[in-house]
Protein backbone atom coordinates (compact mmCIF):
# COMPACT_ATOMS: atom_id res chain seq x y z
CA UNK A 1 0.00 0.00 0.00
CA UNK A 2 0.96 3.26 -0.89
CA UNK A 3 -0.75 4.88 2.14
CA UNK A 4 -0.05 5.99 5.46
CA UNK A 5 -1.78 5.30 8.64
CA UNK A 6 -2.86 7.19 11.47
CA UNK A 7 -3.87 5.66 14.46
CA UNK A 8 -5.19 8.31 17.80
CA UNK A 9 -6.58 5.43 19.84
CA UNK A 10 -5.72 2.32 20.06
CA UNK A 11 -3.42 -0.07 21.34
CA UNK A 12 -0.09 2.41 20.32
CA UNK A 13 -0.89 5.83 18.94
CA UNK A 14 1.41 6.91 16.35
CA UNK A 15 1.80 6.50 12.47
CA UNK A 16 2.37 3.57 10.63
CA UNK A 17 2.80 2.02 7.00
CA UNK A 18 1.07 -0.24 6.58
CA UNK A 19 -3.12 -1.89 6.94
CA UNK A 20 -1.81 -4.76 8.75
CA UNK A 21 0.12 -2.65 11.33
CA UNK A 22 -2.66 0.01 11.89
CA UNK A 23 -5.31 -3.24 12.56
CA UNK A 24 -3.29 -4.56 14.96
CA UNK A 25 -3.53 -1.25 17.02
CA UNK A 26 -7.38 -0.93 16.87
CA UNK A 27 -9.02 -4.20 16.09
CA UNK A 28 -10.51 -5.02 19.30
CA UNK A 29 -9.80 -1.50 21.11
CA UNK A 30 -13.39 0.17 22.10
CA UNK A 31 -13.31 3.85 20.67
CA UNK A 32 -10.50 3.16 18.28
CA UNK A 33 -9.73 6.13 16.12
CA UNK A 34 -7.77 5.78 12.81
CA UNK A 35 -7.13 6.91 9.48
CA UNK A 36 -5.16 6.75 6.55
CA UNK A 37 -2.91 9.54 4.66
CA UNK A 38 -1.22 9.80 1.09
CA UNK A 39 1.84 10.88 2.94
CA UNK A 40 3.96 10.51 5.50
CA UNK A 41 4.02 14.48 6.10
CA UNK A 42 0.30 14.44 5.73
CA UNK A 43 0.09 11.50 8.59
CA UNK A 44 2.67 13.29 10.84
CA UNK A 45 0.55 16.30 10.38
CA UNK A 46 -2.79 14.66 11.31
CA UNK A 47 -1.18 12.43 14.39
CA UNK A 48 0.63 16.32 15.61
CA UNK A 49 -2.78 17.86 15.17
CA UNK A 50 -4.80 15.34 17.35
CA UNK A 51 -2.08 15.63 20.04
CA UNK A 52 -2.56 19.37 20.35
CA UNK A 53 -6.43 18.88 20.40
CA UNK A 54 -6.25 15.62 22.94
CA UNK A 55 -7.59 13.44 20.43
CA UNK A 56 -4.74 11.18 20.94
Known amino acids: SDRW ?3 C ?3 APGVYRSHLEC ?3 VTGV ?3 LHN ?3 TRDEAENAFN ?3 R ?3 V
Do not use: F, I, P, Q
Open 30 to 32: KGS
Open 5 to 7: YVV
Open 53 to 55: TGL
Open 23 to 25: SLN
Open 9 to 11: RGV
Open 36 to 38: SHD
Open 49 to 51: AAL
